[in-house]
């Protein structure tokens, strides 16, 4: 598997010199998030993760005390999925890597609904995950838990980083360097320029559907706590763990010249992407859980994509590129 020419993603590149990157005079964006953050977008960050944050935080005793219907957990489920899916198929599998291409109404598709999942726009998100792949836990990497050192008061606060403190750095990602080829699709740029529309599309569907079904402002007011706030928090921790647990610990039966590591327990809810080792050894796999009882939804809808005529041209691993990747020697980390 070799990447697409133009994917920019530097995955099969050895790590560049993270200082050309400081040097080079940043290009105006053309997309929502520009290759700086100004405060009042720091401001706004910090809401956006707080508040569902500390409505997960709430969720335990509140279920407790007053219950849970099944359309709120319903509306949790598949709003949680289809933006998770969003992400995982669409801004890291598709637009990142180029692991599949895919039709004009699909390509659209998963644009949105990598943008329901309220993680940034489009264009600075596949920038900041090439950049990541490029320094992949080297100098120069955006959110490595090494970052710090390898002491475990070095690692704590790089865990911290890798979670969700590089977010706040106020240097970010040139993304007319990483991402040019979303920049020159017109449509791409627009869903990536109105990432705050789809960030209140994404809101507002949950306490809708709930207040339309129960005909009540409590069925509306439940829902949107559920289905938006719990599920906002809950899809944003499980996406940054792929950053932080997953570049610390886990089984790392593949080559790759980073510390990416299998994380069984996260497959479930990231679907698929824990399975991180491998993703970094085959940046362009369409499957990141390949062995067995590796579970990957996301790999299993590209293939239902494929099935359908939607998507094409899809870079599946080969038994032998597995097997060449292996690195039975190489002891695994708990």
Not at 187 to 210: E, H, K, Q, Y
Request: net charge positive.
């Amino acid at each position: 598997m070799t990447t697409s020419p133009d994917v920019v993603d530097g995955s099969s590149q050895p790590p560049a010199d993270p200082a050309s990157e400081r040097a080079a005079a940043p290009l105006p964006s053309a997309t929502l998030g520009g290759d700086s953050k100004r405060s009042i977008e720091q401001i706004a960050l910090l809401l956006f993760i707080t508040a569902p944050f500390l409505a997960l935080v709430a969720a335990v005793p509140m279920a407790w005390g007053w219950g849970v219907s099944w359309l709120d957990l319903g509306l949790l489920v598949a709003m949680y999925y289809i933006g998770c899916h969003g992400i995982t198929i669409g801004f890291h599998r598709y637009f990142t890597h180029g692991s599949f291409k895919a039709k004009r109404p699909l390509r659209i598709a998963l644009a949105i609904a990598g943008s329901l999942a309220v993680e940034g726009p489009l264009v600075r998100w596949v920038a900041d995950h090439r950049k990541h792949h490029r320094f992949s836990d080297a100098e120069g990497d955006p959110h490595s838990p090494w970052r710090f050192g390898e002491s475990v008061p070095a690692l704590m606060k790089g865990l911290w980083w890798a979670h969700i403190g590089w977010m706040f750095d106020e240097e970010q990602t040139p993304q007319q360097k990483y991402a040019p080829d979303l920049i020159k699709d017109p449509a791409i740029r627009r869903i990536s320029r109105d990432f705050v529309f789809w960030t209140m599309l994404s809101l507002a569907i949950p306490p809708l559907v709930g207040g339309l079904v129960t005909m009540s402002w409590w069925g509306a007011f439940t829902a949107f706590f559920w289905g938006s706030l719990v599920r906002v928090a809950l899809l944003h921790h499980v996406t940054w763990s792929i950053n932080s647990i997953c570049h610390a610990v886990g089984k790392r039966p593949f080559k790759s010249r980073d510390r990416s590591g299998n994380v069984w327990w996260l497959a479930v809810l990231s679907c698929g992407e824990s399975w991180h080792n491998l993703h970094h050894a085959e940046p362009t796999s369409a499957r990141h859980g390949v062995l067995r009882g590796q579970l990957d939804s996301s790999a299993r809808l590209i293939r239902w994509f494929e099935r359908l005529g939607w998507a094409y041209d899809v870079r599946w691993p080969s038994a032998d590129r597995i097997a060449a990747r292996r690195e039975a020697s190489q002891p695994d980390t708990a």
